[in-house]
């Protein structure tokens, strides 16, 4: 069975820290591009930040760079996401995505609330 499931969501102060993970089972992350996206309530899903299946290139989008790091551990089947310098505007719902050719899967997500 193919799972991705996100940890480490919290509430958080402004200027704080959060490490998310999304590990993976049913399937090994090596060949996947490995993403973060996130949903903030009324808005549409977007992507914060992609690391691609060799973990050459990182993507990120522009609200997040340089306080953002996408990482990825293949032996433990897991990618992660260290948030610094944590804005309200951070505040959503983070999932997990795994994409190659003809495979996409989702996790179901993790809350990151950041709110004095």
């Known amino acids: 069975q193919v799972q991705l499931v996100e940890s480490g969501g919290d509430l958080v102060q402004p200027g704080g820290s959060l490490r998310l993970s999304c590990a993976a089972s049913g399937f090994t992350i090596s060949s996947f591009a490995m993403s973060w996206y996130r949903q903030a309530p009324g808005k549409e899903r977007e992507l914060v930040a992609r690391?691609?299946?060799?973990?050459?290139?990182?993507i990120y989008t522009d609200s997040v760079k340089g306080r953002f790091t996408i990482s990825r551990d293949d032996a433990k089947n897991t990618v992660y996401l260290q948030m610094n310098s944590l804005k309200p505007d951070d505040t959503a719902v983070y999932y997990c995505?795994?994409?190659?050719?003809?495979?996409?899967?989702w996790g179901q997500g993790t809350q990151v609330t950041v709110s004095s």
């Open positions: 995505n795994a994409v190659r050719i003809f495979k996409d899967y």
């Open positions: 690391i691609q299946s060799d973990g050459t290139i990182t």
